[in-house]
């Protein structure tokens, strides 16, 4: 079984100010992860994803992740927040199954930025 | 960019009617999913289709539930009798290689 621990579910940051949003995940087997983006009405948007490999991922917009296997962590940041960035951020963990790659998410934070 | 479409964006119906929500997915994808998000809750995934058949399904997906891909193209997610907890934001996602998955924006099913 896996699982996905947000803390916080609403940050308030100045614009200009550093965004971090904690992400940790639960998994038995090695871990895809996931950030998604949502804004007032809309869907999901990917911001960015680790998989294998480099465990300092870039996604969209400035964003960045950080895997750390050894914190079981996938906290997304980004050095300048912008009013664009205020929105709802969902982390999310999959594995490889048989056929499926579903996404067990997080319960969401919601980014406010303050002018 | 090839994106995820989903039709009705908003659905009303009656409590014990049918609905069907309808996604196309990208095209050149291989799985398939829904995904509901009850209104200030997190998003919780119903079932995966992968080479025309499920491949797997939450416990929420009960037998009221089903999916189907009649024509290479459509998705759709059938309730068969609905109930008034029902009422949620349904997404599709579609995905390719590497586990990425693209949702669409979503339908709002409201039970009355």
């Known amino acids: 079984a896996q699982s996905v621990t947000q803390l916080g579910s609403h940050v308030s940051v100045s614009e200009g100010a550093l965004v971090l949003l904690r992400c940790n995940y639960s998994?038995?087997?090695?871990?895809?992860l996931f950030w998604y983006v949502q804004y007032p009405n809309q869907g999901l948007q990917l911001l960015l994803k680790y998989t294998t490999g480099a465990t300092l991922v870039k996604g969209i917009n400035g964003f960045e992740a950080e895997f750390k296997k050894s914190e079981t962590s996938f906290h997304l940041t980004k050095p300048s927040a912008h009013m664009s960035d205020a929105a709802e951020y969902f982390c999310?963990?999959?594995?490889?199954?048989?056929?499926?790659?579903?996404?067990?998410f997080g319960k969401g934070t919601k980014l406010s930025v303050i002018p | 960019e090839p994106e995820v479409t989903q039709t009705p964006s908003h659905q009303v119906t009656q409590m014990g009617q049918e609905v069907i929500l309808r996604c196309v997915p990208i095209?050149?994808?291989?799985?398939f999913y829904w995904y509901r998000q009850i209104l200030g809750q997190k998003v919780e995934f119903l079932v995966s289709f992968y080479n025309n058949e499920i491949s797997e399904k939450s416990e929420i997906f009960d037998d009221q539930f089903s999916v189907e891909r009649p024509d290479g193209s459509n998705f759709t997610l059938k309730i068969r009798s609905t109930k008034l907890e029902d009422s949620a934001m349904y997404f599709c996602a579609s995905g390719g290689l590497y586990n990425e998955q693209f949702f669409g924006p979503g339908t709002r099913l409201t039970v009355l």
């Open positions: 095209s050149n994808h291989l799985y």
């Open positions: 998994s038995s087997v090695p871990p895809y």
């Open positions: 999310a963990v999959s594995h490889s199954g048989a056929g499926s790659y579903q996404l067990t």
